[in-house]
């Protein structure tokens, strides 16, 4: 293990990449050396970075040499595109956040805890998913692997971190109208049924990616699975109503078992004490909750969750180093 | 029509009864004369109503005499519980909105749009749903009538103004710790999967109500339901995200026109002009918002719904008041 790793931030002026710049500092790694790119706008500016002064690099077409071993990109899909393959082709391997690479047949699309292997099939990338899809697919893999999922109902409460600083912005400052930055409307007092861009068939590109990812990831092609997505007005960690339908009947305690037995997952679940899972709580963890468990009695096999992480560190930046972990462990 | 009637509003001075009185100004019955009841503490108050200084009265065992046609109770259910035998036992019809005698066979439950007729079966009170359940049951009557829905899923984004002025104080003043009036966390920045009491299969009341009102009102006892009610940082209006299972197949464009013609609902789905049903547009008005509308791919006949409502109006307030004038103009 005392082999050096140089491992490239993308974006990491961003609220993700801050977010990866935070947890990068918490675990402290001692093997790996980093740059830090920007866009423009931030390049040239210091950050303090592990107790010294880092300067933001502007990433450009020379930026990857074949210096580099492993790269986090989070600076957007038009990043992505453009730039991914100019450090893979440099020998590079990316862990790359944008949606840009992760429905492409020959990149994994990796939550470490449910498809950890699939870090190793990479010819180069590796797709983090969507915020959304990654704390879904947590307490549902245990389970599909018990009971066989049959189908899912998803409706999402997700918080304005998750698009980006602008989203927060139009939170705390209550914006209206022409001061709006990020939202088609106020998010302050609303709840927007709009993420991303909507499709011809009436879903958004948001609530798609969380069909077609939990599918891909959970390795069932077709399982059924529809998806309403919402933004409130929240500022931080997402938080899912999600609704089961299994092949096989199930125990509620030995759900409860599967769950908090399985890594990654803390069951946030005790009525007596009003005990569930909300964001306030949950923010800074890394860990998946998950609470209100309970039957659907309108379907025999039925189970309703309640569903909070971070969506920063687990739904983002967390998912993504514990990708770049198993690939130093087992390099 | 010129007789003359006598009407009682009780709980006058709280949240759904201040929003009656509103209601009732605008509607401004020439016909109808009323008594304001209060609790001890506005008891004395004034209150300008209708263009005239009226004072509440403090309600007690004999506040109901034989002069009272109707009443509106809005108090809670201790209130009801207590005082609607007394009024009903002079003669006085009464309009009830807690939660009191909702499920009992001989009280009707009424959403007028939906089943008005069994406001003239009632044997002296008639119940006022929920506010949840009447937004839901507005969009899914005409739907179950012509293609008959097999299962459906709530998953609600509920105001904290259904939960009286101290849920609105807790989320305008941020409130933390022992400062909440209301609610067992900050409702600020949080969502909460609580609302009403937590009952023994890990579902809340609320839950329950939804799911029990819903099939009292379509009249299918048997209907299968699930519900997760989640109180969201709104001050006013729900919305809901429902997933609708049905026997018959459907046309989309059909499904808009059933929901376009029908009575009290506003069709509000123009993806391309960014149009949906979102709080801060829907509050004040009476009517239920419907718009998401898309085929959920995950079954053969299934539906995704975005429902919007004020609940102060058409889920309290306007709903009651539908049914007084139904009751006068029939009388």
């Given at each position: 293990?005392?082999?050096?790793?140089?491992?490239?931030?993308?974006?990491?002026?961003?609220?993700?990449?801050?977010?990866?710049?935070?947890?990068?500092?918490?675990?402290?790694?001692?093997?790996?050396?980093?740059?830090?790119?920007?866009?423009?706008?931030?390049?040239?500016?210091?950050?303090?970075?592990?107790?010294?002064?880092?300067?933001?690099?502007?990433?450009?077409?020379?930026?990857?040499?074949?210096?580099?071993?492993?790269?986090?990109?989070?600076?957007?899909?038009?990043?992505?595109?453009?730039?991914?393959?100019?450090?893979?082709?440099?020998?590079?391997?990316?862990?790359?956040?944008?949606?840009?690479?992760?429905?492409?047949?020959?990149?994994?699309?990796?939550?470490?805890?449910?498809?950890?292997?699939?870090?190793?099939?990479?010819?180069?990338?590796?797709?983090?998913?969507?915020?959304?899809?990654?704390?879904?697919?947590l307490p549902l893999k245990p389970l599909d692997d018990q009971y066989h999922i049959?189908?899912?109902?998803?409706?999402?409460?997700?918080?304005?971190?998750?698009?980006?600083?602008?989203?927060?912005?139009?939170?705390?400052?209550?914006?209206?109208?022409?001061?709006?930055?990020?939202?088609?409307?106020?998010?302050?007092?609303?709840?927007?049924?709009?993420?991303?861009?909507?499709?011809?068939?009436?879903?958004?590109?948001?609530?798609?990616?969380?069909?077609?990812?939990?599918?891909?990831?959970?390795?069932?092609?077709?399982?059924?699975?529809?998806?309403?997505?919402?933004?409130?007005?929240?500022?931080?960690?997402?938080?899912?109503?999600i609704n089961i339908e299994f092949e096989k009947d199930f125990d509620l305690y030995d759900v409860r078992l599967l769950l908090q037995n399985f890594p990654g997952i803390i069951v946030a679940d005790n009525l007596e004490k009003n005990l569930y899972p909300?964001?306030?709580?949950?923010?800074?963890?890394?860990e998946v909750f998950v609470g209100r468990i309970r039957r659907d009695f309108s379907i025999p096999y039925g189970l309703n969750l309640w569903v909070?992480?971070?969506?920063?560190?687990?739904?983002?930046?967390?998912?993504?180093?514990?990708?770049?972990?198993?690939?130093?462990?087992?390099?």
């Open positions: 293990m005392r082999k050096k790793y140089k491992v490239a931030i993308v974006g990491s002026s961003g609220l993700v990449g801050r977010t990866v710049l935070k947890i990068l500092e918490e675990k402290n790694f001692l093997n790996i050396t980093y740059t830090l790119f920007s866009s423009k706008n931030s390049a040239g500016k210091k950050i303090n970075f592990l107790g010294e002064d880092y300067i933001f690099c502007e990433l450009n077409e020379n930026s990857f040499d074949s210096s580099f071993d492993y790269a986090i990109f989070c600076a957007g899909g038009e990043v992505s595109k453009k730039y991914v393959p100019i450090a893979t082709k440099k020998g590079c391997i990316v862990i790359d956040n944008s949606s840009t690479f992760r429905m492409d047949p020959n990149v994994p699309l990796v939550v470490p805890e449910v498809n950890p292997n699939e870090i190793f099939k990479n010819k180069g990338i590796i797709a983090n998913p969507n915020c959304s899809t990654i704390q879904a697919v049959k189908r899912i109902v998803y409706s999402t409460y997700q918080a304005v971190s998750g698009a980006g600083r602008f989203g927060i912005e139009d939170l705390e400052k209550k914006s209206y109208g022409d001061t709006l930055k990020k939202f088609p409307y106020p998010i302050y007092n609303n709840c927007l049924p709009h993420i991303d861009v909507f499709t011809e068939d009436g879903y958004t590109k948001e609530e798609h990616k969380m069909i077609d990812e939990t599918r891909k990831i959970l390795n069932k092609p077709n399982l059924p699975i529809t998806s309403t997505a919402v933004r409130v007005p929240v500022i931080n960690c997402h938080s899912e109503s909300i964001a306030s709580k949950v923010n800074g963890n890394d909070v992480s971070d969506n920063l560190r687990k739904g983002a930046a967390t998912n993504a180093i514990q990708i770049l972990e198993k690939l130093i462990k087992n390099s």
